[in-house]
């Protein structure tokens, strides 16, 4: 079985290939047209995406999937056009494929199996994972193609246990407005390339970093960033210690680590070359002052090692965020930008798909949808909905509804006493079932242990079993002016156009009545 990543024109075949890093992954490489196939038991918007690109998706979870492009391409050779990456012409190829085909004749390809590429989330007994094995198809995680993509570029890695979707996102979109045309591999949506990638003609690539399952490790950039460092993952990591040194593992690989003061972690851990703080008194390289956080964002003074840089306004709510520009800030920098064009940059960056995203208003309802899962990530985002409430309406108190659907049991049972104090930012909580995200039930915890949790210290919560119950239940709860913040990384946003097209439909029939 073949070690490493074939770029050359070997087919790759992503198994689950709609999740959000894998389909990021994918659709770089079909535009720059190699061969690409995969299985996802959903259709999706991104997978619809990927086929727009040139990748076969199949919905089905088979053995003959693997022998798509060896029975697709077996005609003529066929001439390529050439293509950039990382600002390196790469000189035509030809291919064995069908004229009649308009991607397959744009291909590079050589005959063969396809390299397979899994995620964790793939188990040892998917039956397609088991026929790539048997057919003895070279197996990559997924984290093995990005460590071998980013090689072909000047790579930006972006890791931290919050923040790095849209740290990643800030730094791609910094280096796009200055016109560097970068290579960007995110998890998470970004309207200015429309989706979770792009791929670039310049020779930078920004690309998230994930530690979940400890691949992390395996990435060397020339810039890596860590945001933050906390334990999330107690499915993968026994303790905090093993978080720390898969982090310490990824900070000795990169050539100039960016660093966050402001986590004592990173502060103590990893001894960044390059370091970003909201506290002045950090003797940070990056830092603020005149800090004025507003209900449609932020304006700060940036000071870099002791210089006023100048002035930045951020459209996004919250010091989180304030802290990720910073990140964004000090990466622009170290590549040789002006502040003036980082900042330009920054003051029209929209944020990531999820990230506080506005998905609607409807009965005098503001509706919002967050990723957050983690106890820290929670009491973020609901500071920032504090504070844009208090800012709207700084004579009364609009309130805060939180919808909260708990990810995964592993990480809700080490986390229940947290979760129990996250809220305090909220009027009323909500509470639906656990999302499992594939993990079995073991009864050690659920949706109505986080409730008793909250209800410890919160006055107002609810639970509603299922995403359906809740479905029904909002409409009964949520008032005029209330701004009500879906919370989670499961399933739980696909119930907001529902709502507001309940509260939309009650609204026109109080009207007509």
């Keep these: 079985m073949s070690k490493t990543v074939d770029f050359s024109g070997k087919p790759f075949h992503f198994i689950g290939i709609g999740g959000i890093g894998m389909s990021a992954l994918a659709y ?27 990748a076969h998706i199949f919905s089905s979870q088979e053995g003959s999937n693997l022998e798509f492009f060896q029975a697709k391409f077996e005609s003529q050779k066929v001439a390529l056009p050439t293509v950039t990456v990382g600002g390196t012409k790469v000189a035509p190829t030809s291919v064995t494929g069908s004229q009649s085909n308009s991607y397959a004749s744009k291909l590079k390809f050589e005959p063969g199996l396809p390299q397979v590429i899994c995620s964790t989330a793939i188990s040892p007994t998917n039956s397609e994972y088991l026929a790539a094995r048997g057919l003895g198809c070279p197996i990559f995680h997924r984290s093995d193609l990005l460590a071998a993509l980013i090689q072909d570029y000047y ?14 996102s800030l730094i791609g979109y910094v280096l796009l407005k200055a016109g560097l045309d970068p290579t960007v591999v995110v998890g998470g949506e970004v309207n200015a390339w429309q989706g979770n ?26 810039i890596g960033v860590v945001t933050n460092i906390e334990l999330d993952h107690p499915d993968h990591y026994q303790s905090l210690a093993e978080v ?20 004592d ?35 700060a003074e940036i000071i870099e090692r002791g210089k006023v840089l100048g002035e930045l306004e951020l459209p996004l709510l919250g010091t989180h965020n304030l802290s990720n520009a910073l990140a964004a800030i000090a990466v622009g920098r170290k590549i040789g930008l002006e502040f003036a064009e980082i900042a330009a940059a920054i003051a029209t960056f929209e944020g990531a798909k999820r990230r506080f995203e506005l998905k609607g208003k409807s009965g005098g309802v503001t509706f919002i949808d967050d990723y957050a899962h983690h106890p820290s990530e929670i009491r973020a985002t609901l500071a920032a909905a504090r504070l844009q409430v208090e800012k709207n309406q700084p004579e009364s108190r609009q309130r805060v509804v939180a919808i909260f659907q708990p990810h995964r049991y592993s990480r809700t049972w080490a986390f229940l006493s947290e979760f129990g104090e996250a809220f305090s930012d909220a009027d009323v909580v909500v509470v639906t079932d656990i999302y499992s995200a594939g993990e079995p039930d073991l009864g050690e915890v659920s949706g109505k242990d986080v409730v008793e949790a909250i209800a410890a210290h919160h006055p107002q919560v609810f639970y509603q079993a299922s995403v359906s119950d809740l479905s029904s239940f909002l409409p009964s709860i949520l008032q005029p002016g209330d701004l009500a913040l879906f919370l989670g990384a499961g399933n739980l946003n696909q119930i907001i156009p529902e709502a507001i097209a309940a509260l939309c439909s009650q609204t026109t029939l109080k009207t007509e009545v």
């Design 28 to 54: 770089i490489l079909a535009q720059r047209q190699l061969p690409v196939s995969g299985s996802d038991l959903r259709s999706t918007h991104i997978t619809e995406r990927l086929h727009s690109a040139g």
């Design 155 to 168: 790579s930006i890695a972006v890791a931290g246990t919050h923040g790095k979707t849209t740290t990643s």
């Design 197 to 222: 990638a792009r791929l670039g003609e310049g020779r930078y690539i920004v690309a998230e970093a994930d530690e979940s399952d400890g691949s992390l490790s395996k990435l060397a950039a020339n």
């Design 244 to 263: 720390v040194g898969i982090f310490q593992i990824f900070a000795g690989k990169c050539e100039t680590l960016v660093g966050c003061l402001d986590c």
């Design 265 to 299: 972690i990173v502060r103590e851990k990893l001894n960044p070359s390059i370091t970003y703080s909201l506290n002045p008194e950090s003797q940070a390289d990056y830092t603020v002052s005149k800090v004025n956080y507003g209900a449609s964002g932020t304006k």
